[in-house]
Structure formats: C-alpha cells, structure tokens
C-alpha cells in the first residue's frame, strides 16, 4: 500500500513540475457585473472556473483558461498586484478518513493522487461544481445571497464543488465553498459525506503546496516553531514529518475560533531566486497563510499537522534556505457541515484585526 502511494505521488508531482514549466502562472479573471465588481465568478459557460473577491482571495476548479495545476486539487490564490489576474498560491487536497479498524493511513485517500474513474487514464479524482436538483442553467456562476447585518448587508457567494467517489476506502463527499464580502479574505469549507458513503472519522482539507512561498514559521500559543528547528538535519528529497499540535497549543481569538498560522521567514520571497527550477520562483508579496476553525465547529481532538520537505516536488532542486512547510492542514473527528476556514492576508499575524490574543512583533 505504501510503495503505491509513493509511485502515484512521483507520478503526480512529475505532471504538476510539468504544467508548472509550461503554463502561464496567472489567469483570466472572469468580468463581473457593475452590481457586484468585488466579485469574480464566471460569467458564461466555457469561462475558467475561477471565483473570488478583487479585493481579497480567489479558488478555482481545473478548467481551460483557469490557475493551473493537477486534478483533485481545489486552486487557491489572489489578486496578483502586478497583472491585476488570479494568481496561483496554494493547493487545497480532498482526504476522507473513513471509520474502521487498521492505521489511519490505511483508511485514507487523495483526491490529488488517486486514478480517476470517471475520466479514465488521468490522475486526480475529478471535482465539478453540482448544479443539484433544482439549481438554475447558470450554477456555475455559484449563489450569490445578502443576508441583514448591523454593519450593512453582507454577501455570500457559494458554490458547492462535487468529489468524485474515492476508490481507496469508497468515500463519497462534497464541499460547499463559500466567501463573505465581511471577510474577503477567507474561503470557507463545509465538508459533508453522502448518504451513500461510508462512516468518516475524519474529512480534512488541507493546504498542500507550502513551498511555494517557503512557510516556515508555523505560529502557536506562546512560541513559533521554525521548520528548520524541525527538518534542519534532514537531507533526503521525501517528505518528513513530526508530532502534531493539540488544541490547548493553538492560538484562538476573542470568539474562541482556534488559528494556526504559517509564514515564510523571509522579508521578501518573491526576491529571493531559485536557482534550476525557475518556474518555482515566488511572484507575490510576503503573505500569512492560515486556517481558522470557528468557536461552534470545535472539537475536542482538532489539532494542527504539518510536514516539511527540502526540495522541490518532482526535482532534487533545494529550497533556497533550507526545508519549508509543504502540507499545512488542521485535523479533527467528521461532524456533517463542520466549516474549516482557509484565509489569506498580507497582514503578519500580530496585524489582525481584532487582534489575536498573545501576538505582537517581538512576541509570539
């Protein structure tokens, strides 16, 4: 089981280090009507599946024109301050953990890497917006709703992105994904499974290409803890990993929503060359890349996981400072509808608003 993993992770990696080297880095922003210009979304069928804010974080499907990459990975980006188009940060992998005896790795899957069934002879589980029963011509476009609030109204934008069935363990799930005009830059997760699927003790989302801008400090309660303390003595081109970190050891807000965070130890990524593998060089400024669980969706095993790796996928190519962060993922017990919350900001992390409790620049 674990040598087949490995053979389809070399498989996968090999395809992405290709599409990285021949793809254009950004894409065509669909244009979006004056009533609601703040938001991306596409506007005709054929246009790249791309949704998002101007002014905060955009994700998109694999799709002709859309941000490039592998199948069975949810693209996550932003605005690029140079093109003015979707740029490309980060992956977003699909893992159910169904309940059962053995290992939890024996009763996992990859979206990312597992051969598709429904599209035969590609790699990647494949992942559509469903249209559901009753949705207008136009569900592509998502569900744009504006819900009262003392402040002004708020607007939603939800789509609902579809999984194919997970040959692995025989998963079958769903996201709903979804972005607030309060909280441009936040794209929210609901995680379900189907009536047709089998129990899940766990359905992680997890964010899987760290390297990109070189995360390396991952920000808890009361320290930052630095790939390099972790992987600093490690010199082989595989993924290593340590323990995870429970919840008393994550940061939480005046809401009580738990926050993990990871940065790049580095004033200016994007300055910072990459010598043999230029297609991997950082194109946007320094960003805090996190995941925030809120107060309500708690559980009592949630628990933040990182792995690291020196080298780039698919090459013997170092990261320029050593080891970084690659995997970066919060972990807890399944409960239906349970939301986990990726956001990106250019604020450091003691620049939140309201500010998170412990945090400041010459403190963690």
């Given amino acids: 089981m674990l040598l087949k993993i490995v053979i389809l992770l070399i498989t996968s990696l090999a395809l992405f280090s290709k599409a990285l080297a021949l793809e254009p880095p950004s894409a065509q922003a669909p244009v979006a009507n004056a009533a609601d210009s703040q938001w991306i979304r596409p506007q005709?069928?054929?246009?790249?599946?791309?949704?998002?804010?101007?002014?905060?974080?955009?994700?998109?499907?694999?799709?002709?024109?859309?941000?490039?990459?592998?199948?069975?990975?949810?693209?996550?980006g932003v605005i690029s301050?140079?093109?003015g188009k979707p740029e490309l940060l980060n992956y977003i992998a699909i893992e159910p953990v169904i309940l059962g005896p053995g290992t939890r790795f024996s009763r996992m899957a990859f979206s990312e890497l597992e051969p598709s069934r429904m599209d035969?002879?590609?790699?990647?589980?494949?992942?559509?917006?469903?249209?559901?029963?009753s949705a207008p011509s136009d569900s592509y476009r998502g569900?744009?709703?504006?819900?009262?609030?003392?402040?002004?109204?708020?607007?939603?934008l939800s789509i609902q992105i579809d999984v194919e069935r997970f040959t692995a363990n025989n998963a079958h799930v769903y996201l709903i994904a979804s972005i607030d005009s309060d909280h441009p830059d936040e794209l929210r997760l609901a995680v379900h499974q189907y009536d047709d699927s089998p129990a899940l003790e766990e359905l992680t989302v997890t964010a899987t290409m760290g390297n990109y801008e070189r995360l390396r400090q991952?920000?808890?309660?009361?320290?930052?803890?630095?790939?390099?303390?972790?992987?600093?003595?490690?010199?082989?081109?595989?993924?290593?990993e340590h323990e995870n970190y429970p919840l008393?050891?994550?940061?939480?807000?005046?809401?009580g929503d738990a926050i993990a965070l990871c940065t790049s130890d580095e004033t200016a990524p994007s300055e910072v060359p990459v010598i043999g593998a230029e297609h991997w060089r950082y194109r946007l400024?320094?960003?805090?890349?996190?995941?925030?669980?809120?107060?309500?969706?708690?559980?009592?095993?949630?628990?933040v996981r990182v792995n690291g790796r020196r080298v780039y996928w698919a090459s013997h190519n170092p990261l320029p400072g050593g080891a970084a962060f690659e995997n970066f993922e919060v972990r807890q017990r399944y409960l239906p509808g349970q939301v986990f919350i990726f956001g990106v900001t250019s604020k450091a992390p003691w620049q939140f608003d309201p500010p998170i409790p412990y945090l400041s620049p010459s403190h963690p």
């Fill in 44 to 76: 005709k069928p054929g246009d790249p599946l791309i949704w998002g804010r101007r002014d905060g974080i955009v994700f998109g499907l694999p799709s002709a024109g859309g941000l490039l990459g592998p199948r069975g990975l949810i693209r996550v």
């Fill in 81 to 83: 301050p140079k093109t």
């Fill in 120 to 133: 035969p002879g590609s790699r990647g589980k494949r992942l559509w917006v469903d249209p559901g029963t």
């Fill in 143 to 156: 569900e744009l709703h504006t819900f009262p609030n003392h402040d002004g109204p708020i607007q939603r």
């Fill in 218 to 240: 991952l920000w808890l309660k009361g320290r930052i803890v630095n790939s390099h303390d972790l992987y600093g003595t490690y010199t082989a081109d595989a993924f290593v």
């Fill in 248 to 255: 008393d050891e994550m940061l939480q807000n005046a809401d």
């Fill in 285 to 303: 400024p320094k960003l805090t890349q996190y995941w925030r669980v809120p107060a309500h969706d708690i559980q009592p095993d949630l628990r």
